[in-house]
């Protein structure tokens, strides 16, 4: 008997070939922008997460552990009360806290800076967003991985601060904001992401409200553009009654931060402050700043040169550009970014000469998202494509060139070797002294910070000289102050309590402060037994018996 076929199965090579065409390659399937938004985003986690939680936390994160750590009515109490910058990250970082304790988590260097990491990432994502949609696929990848890899930026995504969270919450309004302006179906949803994003951004930093007249500015710019002004009309309407819907919500904020600054340990900036601050942001190269500056240059060059018709027929002529490849629509985004980066430096400037101190690095950090954009703007008005992917390959080496220098100094202050070693040392019922206890230095805070990090029975008691209190936001005794832990009868007082005390010192903000503090180190010295130290470029710990 022979057997028959059954053409109704099909054949093995019918089976295979279905079987490919279901599993196509990822990168079919999945957009290009959506790819590199991925991309982006495990590249920047890697540089973020990347010793995270080797540096030893110093005093301004260990005093946002430990503000965040209060229970809730005494955090509200505070932020909105001598302490009203950061609101929205010291709540974050609260609920942080708790969720974190309730996992079996201790708030280690690697936990409390986690945050930062993921919102800095997240940043790179936004400005690669804010990059493709006006200005090109390539400008937007060279300003997220200039971005992403950049000195500056890099510091405060992995601090406990509430620089990250700010970026982020920026980018996300700039974005939403020219959106809107563009948009031809539905802004409604982009003014309520603009106003949302800014309103939050201002209650994470005040230093936002500048950004803010940033972008009053841009959009002033761009009004007096003919073709831009006919378009954006539609839109005023929307702009000024988010700037309402902003300005109601910050009130609160307005209302409790008005008494006085708190900046005055900035100096008066000078001209060449200026010059400085760039070179921070370009991880202290002069070449790679110049490169920065001359990608500036050339893409706002490039732009206003095209934006006048004999300009545009010269570059037409010397084929410096062809009619596929356009500037026309780079004009607008070319001068949003510019006031985004030069509004906030003069503005800060200026305000600085005045006891109220807003030019600094930590603060200006908002100003590198532009100017990765416009670097990225001055490679996209190239018209060849070989030049442009040389140019992006140079930058972002020359950019990972630097990037080591940052983790090599990435300790600020040196708290965790002595902590540690007063945690070792530390038998029942020894006392702790630390000076200087001012909120601004905030010696006490650093150490109980790794006290509750890595617990051990050590801990600071009510009744230690110039002790912190949370409740007073200051010494646990207002009239004594912190100059307690220098009081030779304050010391004996509360020697004749412990058999044994840690003399801690760090932080201590002048010549007359380190006056009192050796004069108390020598009654010590004079009336206990000396017994051990631990000497850092931070702190001092003398352990004596009484």
Partial sequence: ??????????????????????????????????????????????????????????????????????????????????????????????FWLNLTASLGLHATEFVVRLPSAVFAALSTVVIFLLGQRFIGTSAGFVGAGLYLLNDLQLVYAQQTRAYSLQLLLICIAWYALLAAFNSRSRPGRWWVCYSVATTLAIYTHLFSALILLAQLCAIGLLLLLPGERRRMMGQLRNFIGSLVFIGILSLPMALVSRHGSKTGWLSIPHPHDIYQLFLTISANSTIYLLLFFAFCALGLFMTIIYALPAGRTYLKRYEFVTEKHTLEGFLPIALALLCWLVVPIVASYGISQTPTRLFSSRYLVTIVPPLCLLVGLGI???????????LIVILLLLAVRYVPLYYQNAQVEDWNSAAHWLEQHYQTNDGLVCYDNDV????????????????????????????????????????????AAVDPTALAQYGAKHPR????????????????????????????????????????????TT
């Fill in 380 to 390: 996209a008005t190239l018209r060849w494509r070989a030049i442009q992917a040389g």
């Fill in 1 to 94: 008997m022979t057997q028959t076929t059954n053409n109704s199965e099909p054949s093995i090579a019918t089976r295979a070939s279905s079987f490919s065409a279901r599993l196509q390659p990822i990168t079919q399937r999945i957009p290009l922008c959506l790819t590199l938004c991925i991309i982006l985003f495990i590249v920047a986690m890697c540089f973020n997460l990347y010793r995270l939680g080797v540096p030893g936390i110093w005093f301004d994160e260990a005093f946002s552990v430990e503000l965040a750590r209060q229970p809730f009515p005494l955090l509200w109490h505070i932020i909105f009360g001598p302490e009203p910058n950061m609101e929205l990250y010291y709540l974050f970082l609260h």
């Fill in 501 to 544: 005390i840690f003399f801690i010192v760090g932080r201590v903000p002048d010549a007359a402060s380190a006056a009192r503090e050796k004069a108390a180190q020598q009654w010590l010295d004079s009336h206990y037994h000396f017994v051990n130290q631990i000497v850092t470029r931070t702190v001092t710990v003398r352990l004596y």
């Fill in 440 to 483: 601004q230095q905030g010696c006490q805070i650093s150490v109980e910070y790794y006290l509750q990090a890595y617990p051990t029975a050590a801990q600071f008691t009510t009744d230690s000289p110039g002790a912190f209190s949370w409740a007073n936001f200051g010494p646990v005794d207002p009239k004594a102050g912190s100059g």
